[in-house]
C-alpha cells in the first residue's frame, strides 16, 4: 500500500540559515534532496518518515569548489555534475567512475553524494570511493561545524553520528597520492545494486574500501598493512575474507562474496602494478 501523501509535511527554506533554524525550532525533519531512496520507500509504502525538510532550492549545497588543496564537493552536488567536473576527473578519478555506476542518467541527474553518504548502505557506490579517500563529511548545524572522517562516521547498518539537528553540507577530499581503482560486481552493467564494490589506492600506505560486505563499508586495515610491508597477494587475500562479514541475501551470498572480494584484490594489485 503506497503512503498516502495528504498526511505529510514538507518545509522548504529559502537558505541553508533558514534550513538549519527549521531543524532546530521545528525537528524532528528528514532531510530531502534528490529523493532517489525516499520515493522508493514511498512507492512501496514503506516509508514512516512524515514530516520533510526540503534542501533542493540551497544552491550553496550544490557548489563544487577547491580550497587551499582539498576538493569540497557541495552535499547536494549530483552524480552528473560530479561525472563532469574536470576537478573530479583530475584528483579523485575512482570517484567519477563510481557516479558513472549508480542507476542510470535520471538517478545521475538527481542523486546526490550527500544523499548517499546520509542514506548509509553499504552497497552504496560512492561509499568506498570515500573511505578510501579518507573523505570528510562536513556536518552544520546552527551550533557551527563539525568535520567527521569518514570512516568514523557510520555506526552501524545505515547509522551514523549525525545529530537530528545537523546536516550534511559537504564533503571534503583532501591531495590522494597514488594509482586509484574501482570495481562494482552486480547482475548487470547498469542500474544494479553492487553485490560486492571495492576502491583502493596504490600507494606507499595502501587504502582499499569495500561495500556489501559489511552492515557498514570497511576498511581493510590488516590486508592494507600487509600489502605495505611487501606481503605477498595470497597472503593478502586471506587476510581480507578474515576482515570482512558479507551475509547471504537475494543478491548474492556470503561464500560468493568472500571470493570475488578476494579477486578484486587480485585484480586491482596486478592492474596498478607499475
Known sequence: MKS????????TPKDLEEALR???DQGPLVPLAGC??????????TLQERRFLNLWP??????????GGTLRIGALAT??????DPRVGERIPMLAAASREVGGVQIQNRGTLGGNVANGSPAGDTLPVLAAAEAVVVLQSRGGLRRVNINQFYTGYRQSVRRPEE???AIEIGPLEGRQWFRKVGT?????ISKVVMAAIRAPRPR?????????VVRLPKTEALLAAGGSIADAQRALTEEISPIDDLRSSAAYRKRVSANLLARFWAHTDG
Open 4 to 11: 498516502p501523501v495528504a498526511e505529510m509535511t514538507m518545509l
Open 22 to 24: 527549521l531543524l532546530s
Open 36 to 45: 532517489t531512496d525516499l520515493y522508493v520507500a514511498l512507492n512501496f509504502g
Open 58 to 67: 540551497l544552491a550553496e549545497l550544490h557548489q563544487i569548489s577547491e580550497e
Open 79 to 84: 552524480y552528473t555534475q560530479i561525472i563532469r
Open 167 to 169: 546536516l550534511i553540507v
Open 188 to 192: 548487470r552493467a547498469a542500474q544494479a
Open 208 to 216: 582499499i574500501a569495500l561495500g556489501s560486505v559489511a552492515p557498514t
